[in-house]
């Protein structure tokens, strides 16, 4: 049995609603290196640039996003969920992880290593510990401090807040390259 090691970039969305909604997001890219150099150059050339997706140009932001959505040479899967009436953050996102890796075909063959935007050193071993108890065995769980240090960090930051514009705004433009990327299973509702 050949393990295949993955990586989920995971980020969340809506702790300022307290409780209306809060957007999970785990991004789960086949070949992370590559794709890292992809996102950073696509950021440049779109304009988004290495900003959250709320202090981003809604136009760039959708630019990035179509793009990232369309192209075919980099594959991957951005996950999601929307939990509304709750604040249990930590086990919302907990268990969307948990979901989004369940997911993957044949996810107990691979490694993986989930980084999580924000996430403490307590927690870190709290989300190992959680997602032991649901049968994912990460062989690492590791916080990322800033968000604009890594460009798969800010795309999961921008499917949560792309997912949030959708669903509370429901602006036409978004919400056609919405459809396309769920009717394409790129973005995955788990």
């Known amino acids: 049995m050949v393990s295949k090691k993955l990586y989920c970039y995971v980020d969340e969305t809506g702790q300022d ?3 209306d909604i809060f957007i999970v997001s785990v991004v789960v890219p086949q070949d992370r290196d590559e794709l890292l150099n992809y996102l950073a150059e696509l950021e440049t050339k779109t304009g988004r640039g290495k ?3 709320g202090r981003a140009n809604q136009e760039k932001r959708l630019e990035y996003l179509s793009e990232i959505f369309n192209q075919r040479k980099y594959p991957l899967k951005m996950y999601y969920s929307i939990y509304e009436e709750t604040k249990e953050y ?3 996102t907990i268990l969307t992880i948990a979901k989004a890796i369940n997911s993957i075909k044949d996810f107990k063959k691979n490694i993986f290593t989930i980084l999580v935007d924000g996430l403490g050193e307590k927690d870190q071993r709290y989300y190992g510990s959680q997602l032991r108890h649901l049968g994912i065995h990460p062989r690492k ?3 990322v401090r800033k968000d604009e240090n890594d460009p798969l960090i800010r795309l999961a930051d921008s499917i949560c807040g792309f997912v949030r ?3 509370e705004d429901k ?3 978004a919400v056609k390259i919405y459809k396309k990327a769920i009717e394409d299973k790129i973005l995955i509702e788990v």
Do not use: L, T
């Open 51 to 53: 900003v959250k997706w």
């Open 90 to 92: 930590k086990n919302a």
């Open 141 to 143: 769980v590791r916080g």
């Open 171 to 173: 602006e036409r433009k």
């Open 165 to 167: 514009d959708v669903k």
């Open 17 to 19: 609603s307290y409780g």
